[in-house]
């Protein structure tokens, strides 16, 4: 027998739904809701297999709803409505099913058939692996989550990129819906989130995205995410700690890409030059290590990976060059200058600055 709850403000509706799914044989009514707020609270207690529930609804509609039942909620959700307006285009490939008012006995059947056949599925706990650095992906296993809209892929990394601490609501839709007004970013919002915990739920992994007051928090414990790693690198570590220096390339092997490559998104802009800042001066620090030590060569090889994000990089291309005549390696030394005055000249019709002359006439 499947166990469903009903949520619905307007009561007809409530006892027109719960008569047609006692009458399949197939369906407990456990209980029936015309406060949204009280059937959030029943399910923390007592598991369902599917809930239906109504989209328009005051206070609380039934898409935001949904987004707070899904932290806890591994059952179905089946959205009914009477408005056959975007939502219905928006839910019906990630809800079970979505039910337009008056619902029928033929129409319900096809709910309840689906409901079975998705019941067949156990779920399986899976290690969760998010790549931030180059393209942006998701992966349980040997399979790619798949998102239905780029959006929710962004508001997923949104909330990564907070890294476990609290960020309002109002921060993440002027990031992400900043074109958007008042309740048009909030509609885009709460179906995003929706979007992206289905995703996850449709795979059979566990995903908790918390809401308090306002506030979301996406529990990263459990995930292998190389963005989350690079950073608390460095808000677990001295800088440049050359005492672990086995960790600090560790760290720097983690940047096989730029933050989120192919997003040009204004917070993802800024916070790709940020990253790649840390970056930098992350491979800075092991080059000086190594030159300390007399290791040019591998000086040498952090250098230029640095110089794969900044080849114009003064302070990048100065070093290079100084070590690699450290390593009497001057004919590298030369080519390198070439390149570098070659390409200042080209973009900024400069020149190098006199240091580099006296560099080579030490």
């Given at each position: 027998?499947?166990?469903?709850?009903?949520?619905?403000?307007?009561?007809?509706?409530?006892?027109?739904?719960?008569?047609?799914?006692?009458?399949?044989?197939?369906?407990?009514?456990?209980?029936?809701?015309?406060?949204?707020?009280?059937?959030?609270?029943?399910?923390?207690?007592?598991?369902?297999?599917?809930?239906?529930?109504?989209?328009?609804?005051?206070?609380?509609?039934?898409?935001?709803?949904?987004?707070?039942?899904?932290?806890?909620?591994?059952?179905?959700?089946?959205?009914?409505?009477?408005?056959?307006?975007?939502?219905?285009?928006?839910?019906?490939?990630?809800?079970?099913?979505?039910?337009?008012?008056?619902?029928?006995?033929?129409?319900?059947?096809?709910?309840?058939?689906?409901?079975?056949?998705?019941?067949?599925?156990?779920?399986?706990?899976?290690?969760?692996?998010?790549?931030?650095?180059?393209?942006?992906?998701?992966?349980?296993?040997?399979?790619?989550?798949?998102?239905?809209?780029?959006?929710?892929?962004?508001?997923?990394?949104?909330?990564?990129?907070?890294?476990?601490?609290?960020v309002s609501r109002s921060k993440i839709t002027d990031s992400l819906w900043g074109d958007f007004e008042g309740d048009r970013a909030l509609i885009h919002f709460n179906t995003t989130l929706y979007y992206v915990k289905k995703a996850f739920q449709s795979c059979n992994v566990p995903i908790s995205i918390q809401y308090n007051r306002g506030s979301y928090l996406l529990n990263t414990n459990g995930f292998d995410c190389d963005y989350v790693k690079f950073w608390n690198f460095f808000e677990t570590t001295e800088f440049p700690g050359w005492e672990d220096v086995k960790r600090m390339e560790e760290t720097a092997r983690l940047y096989v890409g730029e933050y989120l490559s192919g997003w040009e998104t204004e917070w993802v802009v800024v916070k790709r030059m940020q990253t790649e800042e840390r970056y930098i001066a992350l491979l800075h620090s092991l080059a000086e290590y190594y030159k300390s030590i007399g290791t040019y060569r591998k000086a040498i090889k952090w250098l230029n990976e640095a110089l794969l994000y900044q080849p114009l990089s003064r302070s990048l291309n100065y070093k290079l060059m100084e070590i690699l005549l450290l390593y009497n390696e001057r004919v590298l030394a030369l080519k390198q200058y070439d390149f570098y005055r070659s390409g200042l000249a080209e973009k900024f019709q400069q020149a190098p600055d006199d240091e580099f002359e006296k560099l080579f006439n030490q």
């Open positions: 027998m499947i166990k469903a709850i009903l949520v619905d403000d307007e009561h007809p509706s409530l006892e027109k739904l719960d008569k047609l799914l006692k009458e399949t044989g197939t369906v407990e009514v456990v209980k029936k809701f015309s406060q949204p707020m009280e059937a959030l609270e029943y399910l923390k207690e007592n598991k369902m297999d599917v809930v239906f529930l109504d989209i328009e609804m005051p206070d609380i509609d039934g898409i935001e709803l949904a987004v707070r039942i899904l932290d806890f909620h591994s059952g179905e959700i089946v959205f009914v409505t009477a408005y056959n307006q975007y939502a219905v285009h928006a839910f019906e490939l990630h809800a079970l099913d979505y039910l337009m008012k008056p619902v029928t006995s033929e129409r319900l059947r096809k709910t309840l058939d689906r409901l079975n056949k998705n019941a067949k599925v156990s779920p399986q706990n899976k290690d969760i692996k998010i790549s931030c650095f180059g393209r942006f992906s998701v992966t349980t296993g040997s399979n790619t989550i798949r998102f239905r809209t780029d959006k929710s892929a962004e508001l997923l990394a949104f909330l990564i990129d907070s890294r476990g601490n609290i």
